[in-house]
């Protein structure tokens, strides 16, 4: 094997170790600096490629696409502004622990800082949110800086999916040549013959990685273990996760082994999936009008990062008792400052170390806590099926519940995750639900989905709102360019709804102008410009016509649900009046 150039025999080499690390696809933009990169994965048999115009679209894509695999896809782009589009990802990536490997093309040392064309300060351009960051070495066709190369390759891998998985940033400096011509001498013919570890690395990866997971000592486990036995009144609180978190049948097996109720955010991986009772309806009732009235539970086991429902948020941080944060990387993810233990080691063997211990029957729990928990649940159920309105959170709802098994899918920040986490009811169906947030961003959104969608066989349903919706109009184009297939229901309520939910609302101005801004946009040209099909409705039974429609069709459906906003609020407001006083006139409860 001969290479034409140093460019070319550093790129491939890169790509060649990244394939044998088990990377198997990879997003790309155009540009000229990162020709080196962009040939060698465009031409390596076992990756594929998802080509986006956009940088921005390209790194939500891949990071949706990671959430749902959780595996890294790399994004390259060229020098310049370009890397600066991906930043808003890069930092979603961090917060929400989702591996990404950046890889950014920039000019050789001598340029920088020199007022070169399309050139900037590109070294540690994201700062602390990547896990490891390497100016990555020039090209150069000698063993020892190969070598280096496929280690680098090896350890960006490792550090992008370790505890806690994230982003990592490579800076890959080219000189031109950048296109793979000929230069006479750059690489000798015989260069793989003579050292062949180098240009073709070993069997498999260059470097193996191992990584094992944290587990608590003897004495600190038993500890926590006795905390769970002489308690009569516990929860297990499972926050957002990519992959259930811990995994379904420790969860399962701890609940029955504790006899504690599961409050299962909609983005945890629990609220769906189980054929045991799941607590879902709590951003409704776990309220100081109701719970003022309920004993304290004496311990609270919590997985998984902070609840979206802020009235769990609250309730946990109004209880007195022993709360312990189960989080594999010792991140401190507890903003209302209430936690009593961090507990550092892996959810899943922890999940199943706990549920050995207390298998016994050693704690059955308290049946009148639990019955507390079902009988709240059991009111927001019949409620839920009695409020038919045509408001955003009956979108949800209906969502939730018509959603095939199985399927992917992906809800907007600001409303749409609320809606589903205090309108969706559990259900048993296989169905993978996700979300950004990490730093709870509006962009990106499309794209993160069709990412997510790219991963896997089953239907994707991405709801959104009008304004995320316009945030990336620009991810669509990856539907034809990645062959992508969604139903995507856009809630269109013409402006930013969640505004209604605060202070703000009542002072107007400035509410109207500066905090909702109404934009009277038409997004029905949105179905000619990306090739999709573009339907509006403006009832609830409309809406689910539409969807049950859509899901028994190929290609792509936007469903535009008209919406007025203020009222979609007052019915929220309504709903969980309605659910607090029947709660609160029931002694039982």
């Given at each position: 094997?001969?290479?034409?150039?140093?460019?070319?025999?550093?790129?491939?080499?890169?790509?060649?170790?990244?394939?044998?690390?088990?990377?198997?696809?990879?997003?790309?933009?155009?540009?000229?600096?990162?020709?080196?990169?962009?040939?060698?994965?465009?031409l390596h048999d076992d990756i594929e490629v998802f080509s986006h115009l956009d940088e921005r679209s390209a790194a939500f894509f891949a990071l949706g696409r990671a959430k749902r695999t959780g595996k890294p896809t790399p994004i390259v782009c060229t020098s310049g502004t370009a890397a600066a589009n991906f930043h808003p990802?890069?930092?979603?990536?961090?917060?929400?622990?989702?591996?990404?490997?950046?890889?950014?093309?920039?000019?050789?040392?001598?340029?920088?800082?020199?007022?070169?064309?399309?050139?900037?300060?590109?070294?540690?351009?994201?700062g602390s949110a990547v896990r490891w960051y390497a100016d990555v070495a020039e090209p150069e066709a000698t063993p020892r800086k190969l070598r280096y190369l496929r280690t680098t390759a090896a350890r960006a891998l490792g550090s992008t999916t370790g505890t806690p998985p994230g982003p990592v940033h490579l800076n890959f400096p080219f000189r031109k040549p950048l296109e793979p011509t000929d230069v006479d001498g750059d690489v000798p013919d015989s260069f793989a013959d003579d050292e062949p570890l180098a240009a073709e690395g070993r069997d498999g990866p260059f470097v193996h990685l191992s990584q094992g997971v944290p587990e608590l000592d003897s004495a600190t486990f038993s500890r926590l273990a006795e905390s769970m036995v002489d308690a009569e009144r516990g929860l297990l609180v499972v926050g957002p996760a990519d992959a259930p978190t811990p995994d379904r049948g420790e969860l399962e097996r701890l609940a029955d082994a504790t006899g504690?109720?599961?409050?299962?955010?909609?983005l945890s991986g629990h609220r769906f999936g189980h054929d045991r009772p799941i607590v879902g309806g709590y951003d409704s009732y776990l309220v100081p009008d109701v719970t003022d009235e309920w004993p304290d539970p004496d311990v609270v086991l919590r997985f998984g990062a902070s609840p979206t429902s802020?009235?769990?948020?609250?309730?946990?941080?109004?209880v007195e008792t022993q709360q312990f944060v189960v989080d594999s990387a010792g991140g401190w993810r507890e903003a209302s400052f209430t936690a009593t233990d961090l507990v550092v080691a892996d959810p899943t063997c922890l999940a199943r170390r706990l549920a050995d211990k207390l298998e016994d029957g050693e704690n059955g729990g308290n049946d009148e806590w639990r019955a507390r928990f079902e009988r709240a649940e059991s009111a927001h159920r019949s409620?839920?099926?009695?409020?038919?309105?045509?408001f955003e959170g009956g979108v949800l709802a209906d969502v939730s519940q018509l959603v095939p098994d199985p399927a992917t899918l992906f809800v907007s920040n600001s409303m749409p995750v609320r809606d589903l986490d205090r309108f969706a009811r559990p259900r048993s169906a296989d169905v993978t639900v996700l979300g950004n947030r990490g730093a709870s961003g509006i962009d990106g959104i499309i794209s993160s989905?069709?990412?997510?969608?790219?991963?896997?066989?089953?239907?994707?349903?991405?709801?959104?709102?009008?304004?995320?919706?316009?945030?990336?109009?620009?991810?669509?184009?990856?539907?034809?360019?990645?062959?992508?297939?969604?139903?995507?229901?856009?809630?269109?309520?013409?402006?930013?709804?969640?505004?209604?939910?605060?202070?703000?609302?009542?002072?107007?101005?400035?509410?109207?102008?500066?905090?909702?801004?109404?934009?009277?946009?038409?997004?029905?040209?949105?179905?000619?410009?990306?090739d999709l099909d573009f339907q509006r409705v403006e009832t609830r039974s409309e809406f689910r016509d539409a969807f049950s429609d859509s899901l028994d069709s190929t290609g792509t459906q936007v469903i535009e649900v008209l919406t007025d906003a203020e009222p979609s609020h007052r019915i929220r407001e309504s709903f969980q009046e309605r659910l607090v006083t029947d709660l609160s006139s029931d002694s039982g409860v």
């Open positions: 094997m001969t290479y034409p150039n140093r460019n070319t025999l550093w790129a491939e080499t890169f790509v060649d170790e990244l394939a044998a690390g088990g990377v198997d696809a990879v997003c790309l933009s155009p540009g000229s600096r990162s020709t080196p990169l962009t040939v060698a994965f465009a990802a890069v930092i979603e990536a961090d917060r929400a622990r989702v591996p990404l490997l950046v890889c950014t093309a920039d000019r050789p040392p001598e340029l920088r800082d020199s007022g070169a064309n399309q050139t900037v300060d590109q070294e540690k351009l994201y504690f109720p599961v409050l299962a955010d909609p802020k009235a769990l948020r609250q309730y946990l941080e109004r409620l839920l099926a009695e409020t038919e309105e045509h989905a069709l990412g997510a969608g790219s991963a896997t066989d089953d239907p994707l349903v991405l709801v959104t709102g009008d304004i995320a919706y316009y945030h990336d109009m620009n991810g669509l184009l990856a539907l034809d360019r990645c062959g992508v297939d969604a139903t995507i229901v856009e809630i269109n309520n013409d402006g930013g709804g969640i505004f209604h939910m605060l202070p703000i609302e009542s002072f107007d101005p400035p509410f109207s102008g500066q905090f909702r801004t109404p934009h009277g946009l038409d997004y029905a040209a949105t179905g000619d410009l990306y």
